[in-house]
Nanobody, 117 residues
Framework: QVQLVESGGGLVQPGGSLRLSCAASGIIFRLNAMGWYRQAAGKERDLVAR???????DYADSVRGRFAISRDNAKKTVYLQMSSLKPEDTAVYYC???????????WGQGTQVTVSS
């Protein structure tokens, strides 16, 4: 019943930018805080950024100043604008609620971001 569909990933050179999108259905989007999470190969899944239903944001130390999370309640979509990308940003990026719901339907497929020269 819940569907969170990530898109916008791809291959980018160090220093480049990407904008990720997450389209939500099956939840009352405007009443949920949302987050972006990422999982690099062989590593744990970590929170990257979150945004409350009122628009307050917070970021992991590793991305603060480079990434920006935003939301459009009319489109039921949350975005992650990524700039000054580094190779260590390479990961599969997922959206979820914040706090995350650890169920398969909430995690979805993710979108691959690869930063490489």
């Amino acid at each position: 019943q819940v569907q969170l569909v990530e898109s916008g990933g791809g291959l980018v050179q160090p220093g480049g930018s990407l904008r990720l999108s997450c389209a939500a259905s099956g939840i009352i989007f405007r009443l949920n805080a949302m987050g972006w999470y990422r999982q690099a190969a062989g590593k744990e899944r970590d929170l990257v950024a979150r945004i409350t239903r009122g628009g307050s944001t917070d970021y992991a130390d590793s991305v603060r100043g480079r990434f920006a999370i935003s939301r459009d309640n009319a489109k039921k979509t949350v975005y992650l604008q990524m700039s000054s990308l580094k190779p260590e940003d390479t990961a599969v990026y997922y959206c979820n609620t914040y706090p995350a719901q650890h169920r398969p339907d909430y995690w979805g497929q993710g979108t691959q971001v690869t930063v490489s020269s």
